[in-house]
């Protein structure tokens, strides 16, 4: 290809795939950081599921488990919370991941289609001046060996 038929949006095109691969990794690891919360959130409930009261408790040490019990009935709706706000938040990395990756792919149509104008318009030359070879449009130099032959 010649200067003169570079893609002229090359740069802005480099560009949005630096941008995409970004937003990529940014996706990559708020999905992480949504399925840790998660995670932590089930570890929570787990350990409030299995925590037991005892049989016999005096008054004092039935206020600290049910104390107790209520702070981690209160740590699994925080990390509830917090997992459902992660997710929510990694859903809309996501959601800028697939408009940087729209807006490259339709720069990739544009880079493609102008290839392939590029090339047709190769070709086209060549055609043409394979035409004017055959249909006599060509004039051949004079000078030098073809006018000696001609006697």
């Not at 004092?60 to 919370?81: H, I």
């Not at 055609?127 to 249909?135: F, G, L, S, W």
């Amino acid at each position: 290809m010649s200067r003169s038929s570079s893609f002229r949006l090359q740069s802005v095109l480099e560009l949005r795939r630096a941008q995409e691969r970004a937003a990529g990794v940014a996706a990559a690891e708020a999905a992480r950081a949504a399925a840790r919360h998660e995670q932590q959130a089930a570890d929570v409930a787990r350990a409030l599921g299995t925590a037991a009261v005892p049989q016999h408790l005096d008054g004092a040490a039935f206020v600290a488990t049910m104390v107790g019990l209520s702070a981690l009935a209160a740590d699994e709706v925080g990390a509830r919370a917090t997992a459902r706000a992660t997710a929510e938040q990694a859903a809309a990395v996501r959601a800028a991941w697939t408009s940087a990756a729209q807006a490259t792919k339709a720069l990739e149509r544009l880079a493609e289609r102008h290839r392939l104008a590029t090339v047709r318009a190769e070709l086209a030359a060549e055609e043409r001046a394979v035409d004017d070879i055959v249909t006599g449009r060509y004039r051949p130099r004079t000078d030098g060996e073809e006018g000696t032959w001609r006697g």
